[in-house]
């Protein structure tokens, strides 16, 4: 087990290594960002002065092994745009973006769980076809739009929650975290669904129902526990996904998390803040990645054996 | 299947309670804080020197200039640190006398030293302000004779000292506190900054919000009408105008588009009339004015062939008004005496377009790249390039628009790597300062990066306004300048935008002035 986590953990530092020289050269492919930074009437010599002091103007190999060097010891160096350090930026945002894909994540466990399990359950009644709408519904209507419907009509019309920021405490986390978890619902009921159907039509539910087990503990102890492998695969990277993809609900929320400060640093040509958003999310990623592909040997020791 | 369904049926639930629990005005402002929503914050920085102009919206209120002005941008001595100022005969020594008893947040005493320490670092390498580049080049000394008192000793004659450091322009006018930046270094003033405004910083979220209160009685405002003024800084206008419906913020910026909805719903929305001009030019070439836009016939096709009445309706939901003069600044009209004329204004008139082009031997048109971007406060910036590339068509010009971000753009202009080409910027208005330092960049063929009219006639005009200290004498330029620039057609410009900007039904009379990138919260949170 211990050789299966280190080789796993080996697997993720090459592909952040990998990763630190493409969004480096990325990031600067993007174009200069003194042309945001500088006024319209900044001169040729204002320009270089500018370049010179944010140390742009050195070697591109000079600025990459600068930037690693720093990167390991956790600073990521200073934000052109905000002018502050972007490990501190980091820090104020990441939080932000934790928590509300942990409250996104609960909404779609809380929907996906007793929609899936009973679309199997009662297969092909109005129920299953009602999950079904639902997954099509969740797949199918982009989030900007319904963002926008949640902001215009629960919050600005009804007046029922807040439309915007994390400030209000737990009340302002539903309309982003309903919105962010919409998605992640149809996915994971379908797949839950499934899982539970074939492990329904198994020898061993079978077994226990012939023995007389009640049938609502065939169902949510027997088969469930079963039936959660994949959706416990599922969860986790989408549980990745939801903190780093948030781009488009934390901006119609201004909801301060790790996807508005990547699309200010994209935006503006930030390449410190576009190297570190970049790292943090795929150092997230891998590590989600790596707990649920531990988790997943331990339930199945065929997995871990296999490698 | 009993429990299955409850479990169902309470997971439905769940967002529902947890709404009515929500519910309510739990969330809304008391009436001791003023909320301001913006769709911008620009760079975000509280250090008045590493801002552009667009961070004035919040640091006006943070810190005082040196010299103020009043909500129409003329210099005020009641508004400003300094309460009179005179210059030396030969306009080379600015003295400014300067407000007594004026202290810092921290305590601090503001006297000459710190509007000298201010100044030198807004000039400063490290500053990136709008104007530092011309003041570095224009001062040569800053002598501080009495606490207070400060002169500053410029190399030429000039008549901009006072404006270039007032409220008027940028952020060089700030007057900050020496000992504190001195002591704790720039990097914590810039986290925890120290002015002398009517409200102090208490804390920043970077894309979030920005929190000041006010200070117990301020000279510039009186007692403050409000303890706390935030902004949120808040990307999309659903939103801003949700949280205004909420009563969660006071003042909101909103699109034109989304004008008459308000008002409908008894919404107060207060207008900067021709807040910006929205101007269209060429990219020059390495040598200046690319072929065919050399030709003048050409340039004025151009402009004939735009319908801007048409557009002003469409594209700008009748919130905006035909331009006639490219760079025409308008809030700069009534300081230099320029009247727009009938005949100045450009008509609609693609037949005489087809013609010009005709004679100019581009009777069967030419390839022009259109770039298509959106700006702060230009949501529509795409649609109407796609509009004025549509009237070229259908002057037989072969257009082809080009999506960009705005980066992309202004680097290709500035390198001249696309000679042709055709871009835009909705460009702030101000006073005839402000005009002339823009005319300096844009319209003087010296400053190359940034040129986009190329005439030897309007470059040594521009030279003269600069050493001129008969204000007569430089009105007269500045017009003819104008006119010089209309009546060659350099540059497309289209119409003057105005902005909108919603305030809850209770808020109350606010003159958002007429000062660039300015909203003289003061009027609001004073009670004077």
């Keep these: 087990m211990i050789r299966f986590v280190l080789a796993r953990v080996l697997q993720s530092l090459v592909t952040l290594a990998i990763l630190s020289v493409v969004v480096f050269i990325l990031a600067r492919a993007t174009g200069d960002p003194l042309h945001l930074i500088l006024p319209m009437s900044a001169t040729p010599e204002d320009y270089a002065e500018a370049r010179r002091y944010l140390g742009l103007d050195r070697p591109y190999v000079e600025q990459y092994f600068s930037f690693v060097g720093k990167a390991v010891r956790g600073d990521f160096g200073t934000s052109l745009r905000a002018r502050k350090p972007v490990i501190e930026l980091i820090r104020e945002r990441l939080p932000n973006s934790l928590k509300l894909a942990v409250f996104a994540m609960g909404v779609s ?135 780093t993809t948030a781009i488009v609900v934390e901006t119609v929320f201004a909801w301060p998390g790790l996807g508005r400060l990547a699309y200010e640093g994209i935006s503006s040509r930030d390449f410190p803040v576009i190297q570190a958003v970049v790292l943090t999310t795929a150092a997230l990623v891998a590590a989600v990645s790596l707990c649920v592909d531990c988790l997943y040997a331990v339930i199945d020791p065929r997995i871990r054996h296999a490698r | 299947m009993k429990r299955a369904s409850r479990t169902l049926v309470v997971s439905l639930l769940f967002l529902a309670l947890a709404s009515v629990v929500a519910a309510g005005p739990g969330w809304a402002q008391g009436k001791t804080d003023l909320t301001v929503a913006l769709s911008s914050f620009s760079t975000e920085v509280l250090d008045p020197v590493l801002g552009g102009h667009i961070v004035k919206y919040y640091l006006s209120m943070m810190f005082d200039y040196l010299v103020g002005t009043t909500p129409d941008g003329q210099p005020s001595t009641s508004g400003g640190i300094a309460t009179k100022w005179e210059n030396s005969p030969d306009y080379k020594r ?83 506190p020496k000992k504190y930046i001195e002591a704790n270094g720039d990097d914590a003033f810039a986290r925890k900054p120290v002015g002398s405004g009517p409200f102090k910083f208490v804390e ?87 072929a065919p836009m050399k030709d003048k016939r050409v340039r004025e096709a151009l402009n004939l062939a735009v319908d801007r009445n048409e557009i002003a309706q469409s594209i700008f939901a009748g919130k905006a008004d035909p331009a006639a003069i490219p760079l025409g600044l308008s809030w700069s009209f009534k300081d230099i005496g320029l009247k727009v004329t009938p005949e100045m204004t450009y008509p609609f008139d693609p037949t005489r377009a087809k013609k010009l082009l005709a004679d100019a031997g581009q009777g069967g048109g030419f390839p022009l790249d259109v770039y298509a971007y959106q700006l702060p406060g230009l949501p529509e910036g795409k649609a109407f390039a796609e509009a004025v590339a549509g009237y070229w068509e259908q002057i037989g010009i072969k257009t082809k628009v080009i999506p960009v971000d705005y980066p992309a753009f202004r680097k290709n202009w500035v390198d001249r790597k696309t000679p042709g080409a055709i871009g835009y910027f909705n460009i702030a208005n101000r006073d005839w300062i402000g005009t002339y330092a823009l005319l300096e960049k844009q319209a003087y063929g010296p400053s190359k990066a940034n040129d986009t009219v190329n005439d030897a006639e309007v470059d040594g005009m521009i030279s003269q306004v600069m050493r001129q200290t008969d204000r007569e004498k430089i009105n007269t330029l500045m017009r003819n300048i104008y006119t010089r620039i209309r009546s060659e057609h350099y540059g497309v410009p289209v119409v003057y935008l105005h902005s909108a900007y919603a305030t809850s039904k209770t808020l109350g009379k606010w003159n958002p002035g007429t000062v660039m990138y300015d909203l003289f919260f003061d009027q609001l949170a004073s009670s004077k």
């Design chain 1, 109 to 243: 466990l809380a929907m996906a769980f007793p929609l899936g399990v009973m679309a199997a359950v009662k297969k092909g009644t109005g129920i299953d076809r009602a999950a079904q709408v639902i997954a099509v519904l969740g797949q199918s209507l982009p989030t900007f739009w319904l963002a926008i419907i949640l902001v215009e009509f629960v919050s600005g019309r009804l007046q029922w929650l807040p439309a915007a920021g994390n400030d209000a405490g737990l009340v302002s986390y539903i309309l982003p975290g309903f919105t962010l978890g919409w998605f992640v619902v149809a996915g994971m009921m379908r797949l839950l669904r499934s899982s539970m159907l074939e492990v329904l039509d198994s020898d061993y539910v079978k077994l226990a129902r012939v023995k007389g087990v009640a049938e609502r503990r065939v169902v949510w102890l027997h088969a469930l526990k079963n039936a959660l492998i994949p959706v416990i695969t599922f969860a986790g990277i989408y549980f990745a996904i939801l903190v």
């Design chain 2, 94 to 176: 600015w003295t400014f006398h300067l407000r007594k008893g004026v202290k810092f947040h921290n305590g601090d005493d503001l006297t000459s030293e710190d509007v000298k320490f201010s100044l030198q670092r807004a000039i400063g390498k490290r500053s990136t302000t709008g104007y530092a580049g011309p003041l570095r080049t224009l001062i040569q000394d800053i002598e501080t004779p009495a606490p207070d008192r400060v002169v500053i000793v410029t190399k030429e004659p000039t008549l901009i000292i006072p404006t270039y450091l007032s409220r008027s322009l940028s952020t060089e006018g700030m007057v900050l």
């Design chain 2, 204 to 290: 920043q979220v970077t894309g979030a919000h920005i929190k000041m209160t006010a200070v117990d009685n301020h000279w510039r405002i009186g007692t403050p009408k409000y303890k706390n003024l935030t902004f949120r800084l808040v990307p999309e206008e659903t939103t801003r105008i949700a949280l205004l419906r909420r009563g969660e913020v006071d003042v909101a910026d909103v699109s034109r588009e989304r004008v008459k909805e308000l008002e409908k719903e008894a919404f107060p929305v207060y207008f900067r009339k021709d807040e910006a001009i929205l101007s269209m030019w060429v990219v020059f070439g390495p040598d200046g004015w690319p």
